[in-house]
DNA sequence: CAACATTTGTGCGTATGTATT
DNA sequence: GAATACATACGCACAAATGTT
């Protein structure tokens, strides 16, 4: 390996790696050769391909596995479209074959600053929160915490572990219709519960979105806070 | 350091020193100590420290300077509203004293299949790209290639480089109003590029925007991809 | 200005642990 | 169980950047 002056060996042979998986070269198995293997190809000491692929794997592109060895990672994205009527299932419906949302845990607590700020309650109101993961296909797709006013839908945690949907509970709770105030997006890098949940490695990428939903007199009514898997989701915004 | 079942050092590490800048321990420097000092402090390899510490690096938190040492980095970030009107100038403005759009280089080329089909255009009819650079107070926010159809944007590039926004530059073709119609929003790691051009970290996340305006009849006039850095903006859509 | 100490960056060698095949 | 392959950790050495003397 010739070294480039001022940039470090391991940053070259990521480049050089990089470009093989992307022409291809890898294809045949799926899987980048073994460190030692490229170690020894690249006439380096193993810990500087190690380092080369701990960037490439940080950049999605490998995900290298104990005893098995490094595979190239190729997955495609769910498109959730964010709208004045922004539906989770809805949005996503079509593109997986199988939708399923989980509880994973529900409560009544004081309203925080945040929560009461955006729900236009006074901090300390009680709220109802659910812990939700969703999954397309058996893999993660996005883990929410939401809040609702307590008073108002009391009994949501127990409509949405039967049905699984925010939708099918608010409906259940006589809610027909509500509309999307406002969304923000933001991207972070994984912190440990978003690894755990999401199925993420260290250093993925989180989509976050903090949401206001409203009844249809623009009451606020849901506030939610998800996380998305940044390398399986892509959001759209039609105007 | 006790060594936890079944988590590696280095993370254990990465979580006390993330623990302890948030605890705000170090705040009278602002930086983190040197990793002789923090590898001597939790009795462990210096290497061990780095590895920790280039998670934080990686997440953001810190920013390492050869020679001078770890610092915490601190900052907060400008919210960019999507909209059917979205214009960049208006929209950032008045969170940044100072505001600049810099032409990094323009050409006319046959459009690409993906920007033939957003302007539905033929694929090979000539369009116009500008790349264009956005700083906000001397900091780079965004980084833009954008393309016209070239028969009715002739001249957009010379306009633009005399204005320093879209939207001043297309006033002056006799556009005097247009609308978004459709945002796509991803996020990636960066890429060199982005490294280069954004002054980001290898490992920075970069927040992908797919922008398509009409004119007000809504034919396709400009289909812009721009790339933020994350660390620095968060995206608003009011319904 | 030069010399020096400090601090991070890079790379190699070695050893051991752990998961997979 | 054995072989293979990645994961973690330590030690050493030197390079490069920075700040101080």
Redesign the pocket.
Known sequence: ?E?Q?????????ADRIRASITQGDYDATG?????????AAF?????????A??AL?QEGIV????????MIVRRDKFTFPIARRTRFTEGIGAQARDLEGLLLSSGREPASEDVARRLKLAIGEPVIRLDALRKADGRPLSRTTTWFPAERFHGIDVAFRRRGSITCALEDLGVADYLREVTEISAIHAEPDDVADLALTPGAIVLVTRALNTDMDGIPMQYAVTRFPADRVEFTITN
């Open positions: 390996m070294r002056k001022g940039v470090a060996l391991w940053r070259q042979i899987m980048v050769p073994a460190e030692t293997q490229l170690a006439g380096v000491n193993r810990h500087t391909v190690r380092s692929l701990a794997a995900r290298a596995a104990q005893g098995r060895g490094t």
